[in-house]
């Protein structure tokens, strides 16, 4: 498998990169999850990472790369419709 050196900007992890794995079309996955052990023993904190643009070129503005930016709301982006089921009504009573 092939991976790609990537920059982490903001949170815990502001100003590292790390080798992360390409998909078949080269780019690396749209968000990062990196699970954090609990010292105390209870359920690890989960750091999500979002997938933006690096920056662009100056002459034909073509995309340089990829980097990850913290998101501190740290929720899972689910697809919407028609991917998702829709909400069942409340029953009366």
């Known amino acids: 498998m092939k991976s790609e050196n990537t920059h982490f900007e903001g949170g815990p992890m502001d100003g590292r ?3 992360v794995l390409v998909g078949p079309t ?6 990062y999850e990196i699970p954090v052990p609990d ?3 209870g359920p690890p904190t989960v ?3 979002r997938r933006v643009p690096a920056g662009y ?6 995309q ?6 913290w998101d ?3 929720e899972r982006r689910r697809l919407k419709w028609p991917w998702s089921k829709p ?3 409340a029953p009366e009573g």
């Not at 340089?64 to 930016?69: F, P």
Request: proline share 21%; aromatic share 10%; glycine share 16%.
């Open 17 to 19: 990169v790390l080798p």
């Open 26 to 31: 080269g780019h690396p996955p749209k968000t």
């Open 39 to 41: 010292p105390d023993g």
């Open 47 to 49: 750091l999500v990472y």
């Open 57 to 62: 070129s100056r002459r034909l503005g073509l």
């Open 64 to 69: 340089t790369g990829w980097k990850y930016e």
């Open 72 to 74: 501190p709301t740290g």
């Open 87 to 89: 909400t069942p009504p």
